[in-house]
């Protein structure tokens, strides 16, 4: 039996974040909080497990403003800054859990996660540095704790990172491209988040209308997008525009699965 998840998005944003330094678009400007968004993770909770995807640049925000005070574990999407960067951070739970981090990635952001954070990986590590344990994950399932995890592969161009489907959730970004053979993995699921970067052609992900077209051949129940730019438009803006069945995430947004 599946066990009830809670989603609370982190973040919705890209790698810029939104608004964008030195912008002053209508959507950067914008008075809605739905229009500010920080880069884009998810936070997973059951009622024994607790999981982040991606450790953002916003990680330590991220964390504080949703008042996580417990983390079992990490996965990882693809080794771009924006999903990696806030990784030395969980070094305050370390401290108070006094065990170290786990945390999960294919073997291409693996080598990136040891490159960046190398003082975190070293025979002789200096006090106070990150304690991990890193686990190279393929495409077959496994668990955390008593949630399923089913890896997707999916493209970033000719970057392979993976999604992730928990039970009937499944959570894809950084893509403009899946294989028919993994979609398959994702089809009737209830809840789809599906990275939406702009209206305007995009070389490593997808835009409104190629997310909108997928998340109808996929058949799912509810589509959620993430990884918005400014280029988009406002949140409500865009949201009026959609079919009813799919809609905008935001930052803060929690979903019951």
């Given amino acids: 039996m599946l066990p009830t998840l809670t989603i609370t998005f982190l973040g919705t944003g890209t790698s810029s974040g939104v608004p964008m330094i030195g912008c002053s678009c209508n959507v950067c400007t914008s008075t809605n909080k739905k229009d500010n968004r920080l880069r884009s993770s998810i936070l997973i909770e059951s009622n024994t497990t607790t999981i982040v995807v991606d450790t953002t640049p916003d990680f ?129 699921a209830k809840i789809l988040v599906l990275n939406a970067l702009r209206k305007e052609k995009h070389i490593s992900h997808f835009t409104l209308d190629e997310a909108i077209t997928l998340a109808q051949e996929l058949q799912v129940n509810e589509t959620y997008f993430t990884h918005i730019s400014h280029q988009l438009g406002t949140h409500d803006t865009i949201n009026k525009q959609l079919p009813n069945n799919i809609q905008l995430a935001y930052d803060g947004l929690q979903l019951i699965v």
Avoid: C
Wanted: charge should be neutral.
């Fill in 60 to 188: 330590r925000y991220q964390m504080l403003r949703t008042k996580t005070k417990k983390l079992d574990a990490i996965l990882f999407t693809h080794p771009h800054k924006d999903h990696i960067a806030g990784l030395d951070d969980v070094r305050a739970f370390n401290f108070f859990s006094q065990q170290p981090m786990h945390i999960y990635a294919n073997s291409l952001t693996e080598e990136a996660l040891r490159r960046d954070f190398y003082y975190a990986f070293n025979d002789k590590k200096y006090p106070g540095v990150p304690n991990l344990s890193i686990h190279t994950i393929t495409t077959e399932s496994f668990f955390i704790g008593d949630i399923p995890i089913q890896p997707i592969l999916v493209w970033h161009l000719k970057m392979p990172v993976f999604g992730f489907r928990f039970g009937n959730f499944t959570y894809i970004t950084d893509a403009n491209r899946i294989d028919e053979d993994e979609k398959e993995k994702i089809k009737h």
